[in-house]
């Protein structure tokens, strides 16, 4: 398929806005220009998927770089959704809800309080509405409103557009700036017969003439006396929480909340009571029957008699667990996308050393025999150089930007074959024990991870029992009908692989599980560990499309669940149809032809110059993209191979091979990295002419792989 049947092809899964500009780019109308456009994909059945391009023109061509910004526009929507949801709750509030700027205009204001008010114009952004303008400007003297360092509080006579006057309780506190300028208020108002309740016993007459206001309110709304007792509580309440009426009323409402936040509300609680503050926001955990547990904010508020005397307080319950869990989410997002561009960084110009490093010392031990006295010198630094790389994978597998070659395999063979080497790792004082349940066969991952997740695992779980233990590694197939949120993970409905692995170790402490797959987080004592093989287990999952889940508690041993997508016989089929089958390894790695070498890093294109020139080869050199096409031009004779770095200045890998294919179709590629997200496995796996080689790779390595790839043998380096 040529250029223009390409960008057709894109062009037709644009919506109409982007069709329209991705045309004028790809026809030239846009030249010699460098910015961004979002074009949103669709397709029936699938989600957008949201690209970033900026555009660049090299002599005739046009280039266009492209980034992927799903996930964040993804995000995006989620936070919009949970935003709309939080809206819709404070606009069904029987409480009145808005925010003010500098300059007194509403930002923010729910229905309740629109109604109120009488403003008609739901949108008050492009008409602005001042809440000054509802102050009764003759009643001003009268006003009874407090600023202490928490904010504003106290009575206030309100004057809607239309109606007579009513009095409010308001409690207003400022939100600043980094700076500490004012930004925008936060206030929340309680319309009188809360402005003038008397007595504990008025609060509960008081319900019975305003049902609207609380049994029949969608926000879980509970009434307490002053020792925070429940006095009455409404339908939204007991139903959030799972609960009987009978079993709540008369009992302190801090026993519905997680003991470790108990001692904090109780303390706002009596804050509010004693008048230190008017109000107050808080953010709980509270059992919501069986193991379930939901995150809930409650707004707390004093009931005053007329002698402005607390006879009690209404707590307004909002569930904001999926809110919080978004927000963890997001947190955690970010976290992993910071290391991950960490190592991303460290993966490129690191693996470029040790490719280097490595690769001079397999030309240093092809000259220096085993009874050469450098040679155990030479091999020290060899083993060093691979011990530097497996590091650099560790952080590559954390942050899921390692280049995975997955396969559909039977688990149970693989369980079997490591066996023997767990037996050996975990000594002769634990017990290994492996069994497997009914119809459990094939998973899709990359058999050389999945054997690393499971030593992981079970060294984890030796080092959990010093004194000997038993270690148990259980398999079933279970199918999940519906999603399961475990914490903060949501794991998606479908066909699972359960793999436990339990020891009976020390266990680990509750205040620690929610951080056990944090890269360098550890528990272990200084220098006994790196705090990357948990968070090196997480990445592999999560890259493999698959969840890990922890179980543990101190003194009661620890149990990792596993859950993998699980394949039948003909899906594996079809899955590995494309994919390279083992090659045993040739001894002769030597081979005849022109290749043209790529690298911007003058010591890897030193190093593999040599090496190929080594083994037979004709190399051609360039240190860029650009300098490739000019040494392909000046060259007459037949080039067999192209060998390039896809991270490069300028022109990158990607953009080179793309451009060499419209000239060349039909000759070989192997692109160079050590990225996960530098690959591009579509077109490894459906153009025959190109191949990926990951660094940092060792001298045989890159012989095989350029000696396969001119006889059309693929490996899986």
Not at 220 to 226: D, R
Not at 265 to 275: I, L, P, R
Not at 560 to 565: K, V
Not at 685 to 709: C, G, M, R, W, Y
Request: net charge negative.
């Amino acid at each position: 398929m040529g250029q223009t049947e390409i960008l057709d092809e894109v062009s037709k899964l644009l919506s109409e806005d982007s069709r329209e500009i991705f045309n004028k780019i790809c026809a030239g109308d846009i030249r010699n220009w460098r910015g961004l456009f979002e074009l949103s994909f669709f397709s029936e059945g699938v989600k957008d998927i949201y690209w970033n391009i900026s555009v660049e023109v090299y002599n005739e061509f046009r280039i266009l770089y492209i980034d992927d910004v799903t996930t964040q526009k993804v995000e995006q929507f989620e936070k919009v959704v949970q935003q709309k949801y939080i809206d819709d709750l404070l606009d069904q509030s029987p409480i009145g809800f808005f925010s003010v700027d500098l300059d007194g205009k509403f930002c923010y204001i729910n229905s309740i309080l629109r109604k109120w008010l009488g403003i008609k114009n739901k949108n008050i952004i492009d008409v602005p509405t001042y809440f000054r303008d509802f102050v009764s400007p003759d009643l001003i003297g009268e006003q009874n409103i407090e600023t202490d360092e928490d904010g504003k509080h106290g009575s206030l006579i309100l004057r809607p557009i239309d109606g007579e006057d009513f009095l409010v309780y308001l409690v207003q506190s400022e939100k600043l700036s980094s700076d500490g300028d004012f930004k925008y208020s936060r206030s929340i108002v309680f319309r009188e017969p809360f402005a003038t309740l008397s007595g504990d016993h008025a609060s509960l007459a008081l319900l019975e003439q305003i049902p609207w206001l609380f049994s029949d309110s969608p926000v879980g709304i509970v009434m307490l006396n002053i020792q925070g007792e429940v006095i009455e509580c409404n339908r939204a309440f007991l139903k959030l929480l799972g609960l009987h009426r009978d079993g709540v009323l008369t009992r302190p409402l801090s026993e519905r909340i997680n003991k470790e936040d108990r001692s904090d509300a109780d303390a706002q609680f009596s804050k509010v009571v004693m008048g230190i503050v008017p109000a107050t926001l808080i953010e709980v955990r509270m059992p919501a029957g069986g193991e379930r547990e939901l995150t809930a904010s409650l707004f707390v508020s004093r009931i005053c008699d007329t002698e402005n005397d607390v006879v009690g307080l209404v707590v307004h319950v909002i569930d904001t667990t999926e809110q919080k869990n978004l927000e963890v989410q997001f947190n955690q997002a970010q976290k992993m996308q910071a290391v991950g561009q960490l190592a991303g960084g460290v993966a490129h110009d690191f693996n470029n050393l040790l490719t280097a490093m490595g690769g001079f010392c397999d030309l240093l031990l092809d000259r220096h025999g085993s009874e050469d006295p450098s040679f155990s010198d030479i091999m020290q630094i060899k083993q060093n150089t691979n011990r530097a790389a497996n590091l650099v994978r560790q952080l590559l597998a954390f942050s899921r930007r390692q280049t995975l070659q997955p396969k559909v395999f039977a688990i149970r063979d693989a369980l079997s074959d490591l066996s023997n080497l767990l037996r050996r790792l975990i000594g002769e004082n634990i017990e290994l024990e492996i069994n497997h349940g009914v119809d459990v066969d094939l998973i899709r991952t990359d058999p050389g991870q999945f054997d690393q997740v499971i030593i992981n695992l079970a060294v984890n779980s030796r080092d959990a029992m010093p004194g000997g233990g038993i270690i148990t590694v259980l398999t079933e197939r279970v199918n999940v009908e519906t999603s399961i949120q475990r914490g903060h993970e949501v794991m998606s409905a479908g066909e699972y692989i359960l793999i436990k692995v339990v020891d009976t170790g020390s266990g680990i402490a509750r205040e620690d599980i929610g951080r056990i797959f944090e890269p360098f987080f550890s528990t272990k004592g200084v220098g006994e560990g790196t705090g990357l093989g948990l968070s090196t287990v997480y990445g592999i999952i999560r890259q493999s499309d698959g969840y890990i889940f922890v179980d543990s508690a101190l003194g009661e041993g620890t149990s990792f669940s596993i859950y993998l997508p699980a394949f039948s016989a003909a899906e594996a089929e079809q899955f590995n149809q494309n994919l390279v089958t083992n090659q045993s390894v040739s001894p002769d790695l030597t081979g005849a032809g022109t290749i043209l070498l790529v690298e911007d890093e003058d010591a890897v294109r030193l190093f593999g110059s040599r090496a190929l020139r080594n083994k037979g080869y004709r190399v051609l050199e360039a240190r860029d993209g650009e300098n490739a096409l000019d040494v392909i031009n000046a060259y007459d004779d037949k080039i067999d191979l192209i060998l390039t770095d896809v991270m490069m200045p300028g022109m990158d890998g990607h953009t080179l091979v793309r451009l060499i294919l419209e000239e060349l179709p039909d000759i070989r590629v192997i692109l160079m990295s050590g990225y996960a997200e530098d690959a591009i496995p579509g077109e490894i796996s459906e153009n025959p002419t190109i191949n990926f080689l990951s660094k940092p790779f060792s001298l045989q390595d890159l012989a095989l792989k350029v000696k396969e790839v001119l006889t059309d043998k693929k490996s899986e380096l």
